[in-house]
């Protein structure tokens, strides 16, 4: 259990629930958090933003009153992402330190 707690990918996902969590309860009406500052959304809301309102809508406190279940998704695997980038570049700093 330790090991997952240092791992960024763990702690990524954590965020994103947290994020989406406040975005559901009303708290990011513009969905600053949960599109604005994430690249991937946002890239996503740019060029996709029929196929990712085409899900199954969930209501929420926002001034929309739904969003569909593809963002909170898309943030979830976006964070993930992150994370994995994070890992990769933690391994790649430590193999440099021993050598």
């Given at each position: 259990m330790k090991k997952l707690q240092k791992s960024f990918v763990f702690w990524g996902i954590v965020i994103s629930l947290?994020?989406?969590?406040?975005?559901?309860?009303g708290f990011d009406a513009n969905?600053?958090?949960?599109i604005g500052f994430n690249p991937i959304?946002?890239?996503l809301q740019r060029n996709f933003l029929d196929s990712m309102?085409?899900?199954?809508?969930?209501?929420?406190?926002?001034?929309?009153?739904?969003?569909?279940?593809?963002?909170?998704l898309a943030s979830v695997i976006?964070?993930?992402?992150?994370?994995?980038l994070l890992?990769?570049?933690?391994k790649m700093l430590r193999k440099n330190k021993a050598s």
């Open positions: 947290i994020i989406i969590l406040l975005y559901h309860l969905a600053s958090l949960l959304l946002l890239f309102n085409s899900g199954y809508q969930i209501t929420n406190q926002t001034s929309n009153g739904s969003i569909s279940i593809y963002w909170y976006s964070f993930m992402i992150y994370g994995l890992e990769v570049i933690r």
